[in-house]
């Protein structure tokens, strides 16, 4: 039995009339004290040769993914991603864990989306070969379908639950404006596939062929950083969306309550049905939402002059409101119509736009209805009926349709013909009325129109996530290249995953002082590589394995500091 007693020295050695050196160290061999040799240096000017020469040229080198993953790995760490997926998704102890494999997935969205087929391709390029080390059989694409069989419904909402107390215990988020809001994704997936969850309807991306996935999410305004996920099926509209999300929407709240007694909660119009309206009442949760425009004629008719401008927020300028109070979904709700100049000019700007291309339309049909009268023209031509189609559908049209007026006339000759234009007293008086203006409603009476006014832009916190989502590059939904409604709903979940691991990032470098978006900050990390040099064996005639020497990839000042704020180094080749 050997026992450690003494620290390593250098000592020499006399042979044949040689001087050599040798690392010895001095232990205890069955009680009594042995030297043990760690390593011959050889004669000392050989010694010496080796190290003026340093380890020579390297043969070849490698590069590995590793500042973007490296500062994900922590934020990972400190969410305890693999230990709460881990428990609720057990498995036997072989091989990787569910929460490893959905980390890696998760990972993987981040930086590099792509097929679970190509999966092991781009993670041998990365330093997660060394902190998950896995075979390449193990990170086939049937093996993660396999594990991802494993994740039902049930496990992904005990987890969210999880991971939502702690990021509000832990990492302190700001609860008190949360926002609700939902969009679509673009599959690729057959018509003929039987999955309920994909289906076609009003695609975010006008891709009309194609069938799309829904997603919900409840976001903090603090940095975007998801607090509930929910997936529908790609036509279901949003007030059936709400009313399902409801129950989890109050959940939330009184998981919330404890840390945060007044949490306003921000959602769109389209939510809206009294049933919807009654439970957030009862949930204690207070609200800012919108109103159509066209419900509420009365509201609309409140003379410009009468707004109120905010000459003392900057944020506000070019945005003039009028507050009053209106009886809404059975009780008096404080109402805020606003006018911006922004939202107006917008409007505008696609109004004419739409005139333009409609116009072009009618120019063209009445040179197709001309030639179809013309002696011996081929073709069916037109009716009255059809061209008052065309005409119809030409002049449709949320404000086209009251601002672009047609009418069939009859030529001298006893044909057909018609004529349009623009009524500029119709689009005076939507410019005067409904242009450029929103309708809020709120329960919170005490608030200031400003802060009311604020509440209800702070949507743009969703719609960034969504937007983030939707990026081919960093924090990406698509590719997506699974079949059935239960790997759906899990690849969903390590989405939303991803997303929350890339928001609480940039969170972090926000409060140390660094304000990036994620795709900026993103670029920065994945720039810093580990470089592996690789040299000859030190054994006789270059036999053995390759020494291999680490080092990270030349910093910028910035990508130093953020370095330091994310703690990477403890995570590079030692």
């Known amino acids: 039995m050997y026992t450690l007693t003494t620290m390593a020295t250098i000592q020499k050695k006399i042979s044949r009339g040689y001087t050599y050196w040798q690392i010895v160290e001095s232990r205890r061999v069955n009680g009594k004290p042995r030297p043990i040799v760690l390593a011959h240096l050889g004669t000392a000017a050989g010694l010496l040769q080796r190290l003026q020469q340093g380890p020579g040229k390297p043969l070849k080198a490698k590069v590995l993914q590793f500042g973007g993953l490296a500062a994900l790995w922590n934020i990972a760490e400190e969410l305890k991603v693999v230990e709460t997926i881990d428990r609720f998704v057990p498995k036997r102890d072989q091989g990787l864990s569910c929460g490893q494999y959905m980390l890696l997935a998760a990972l993987n969205r981040c930086v590099s989306p792509t097929s679970k087929a190509s999966l092991y391709d781009w993670y041998r390029k990365t330093l997660l070969h060394r902190l998950l080390p896995a075979a390449k059989k193990a990170l086939s694409s049937q093996r993660f379908w396999d594990h991802m069989d494993l994740v039902t419904d049930k496990a992904i909402a005990a987890i969210e639950n999880e991971w939502a107390t702690r990021l509000v215990q832990d990492f302190h988020i700001d609860l008190r404006t949360l926002i609700f809001d939902a969009t679509n994704f673009d599959t690729f997936i057959d018509t003929k596939n039987p999955c309920t969850l994909v289906q076609r309807g009003h695609a975010k991306s006008k891709r009309s062929d194609l069938r799309i996935l829904g997603l919900a999410l409840l976001v903090s305004i603090d940095h975007d950083v998801p607090l509930l996920s929910h997936v529908y099926p790609g036509n279901q509209n949003d007030v059936t969306t709400f009313a399902q999300v409801t129950d989890s929407l109050v959940a939330r709240y009184q998981q919330f309550a404890k840390e945060c007694q007044h949490i306003t909660l921000v959602f769109d119009g389209g939510n809206n049905s009294i049933d919807n309206i009654q439970k957030i009442d009862k949930s204690k949760y207070h609200f800012i939402t919108s109103l159509t425009l066209t419900s509420h004629k009365d509201l609309l008719e409140v003379p410009l002059h009468e707004f109120k401008s905010f000459t003392d927020d900057d944020r506000l300028q070019g945005t003039v409101a009028y507050r009053t109070t209106k009886e809404i979904w059975g009780k008096n709700r404080t109402v805020v119509i606003t006018r911006s100049d922004k939202l107006l000019e917008g409007q505008l700007a696609g109004i ?42 030409l002049s449709s049209g949320q404000y086209i349709s009251s601002i672009l007026k047609t009418q069939i006339v009859k030529t001298s000759k006893g044909g057909l013909d018609f004529t349009f234009e623009t009524d500029f007293k119709a689009y005076n008086e939507l410019k005067q009325t409904r242009l450029g203006k929103r309708i809020l409603c709120t329960d919170n009476d005490t608030w200031s129109s400003e802060e009311i006014i604020l509440g209800s832009r702070a949507q743009s916190h969703a719609e960034d996530a969504f937007k983030q989502m939707k990026n081919p590059h960093w924090v990406s939904f698509s590719p997506n290249f699974h079949w059935t409604d239960q790997k759906l709903r899990v690849h969903a979940f390590y989405c939303v995953l991803a997303l929350t691991l890339s928001a609480l990032l940039r969170r972090k470098a926000a409060q140390a002082g660094i304000n990036l978006s994620i795709n900026g900050l993103l670029e920065q990390l994945t720039d810093i590589t580990e470089v592996i040099n690789l040299y000859s064996p030190e054994g006789k005639k270059g036999s053995g394995k390759l020494r291999a020497d680490y080092v990270l990839s030349e910093q910028s000042p910035l990508q130093e500091k953020l370095c330091a704020i994310f703690d990477i180094i403890k995570l590079r080749h030692r």
């Open 352 to 393: 004419q736009q739409t005139l333009r291309k409609r116009r072009a339309a009618l120019h063209e049909l009445r040179a197709k209805l001309r030639r179809s009268q013309e002696p011996n023209a081929k073709g069916k031509g037109y009716t009255p009926q059809s061209l008052q189609k065309h005409l119809d559908n």
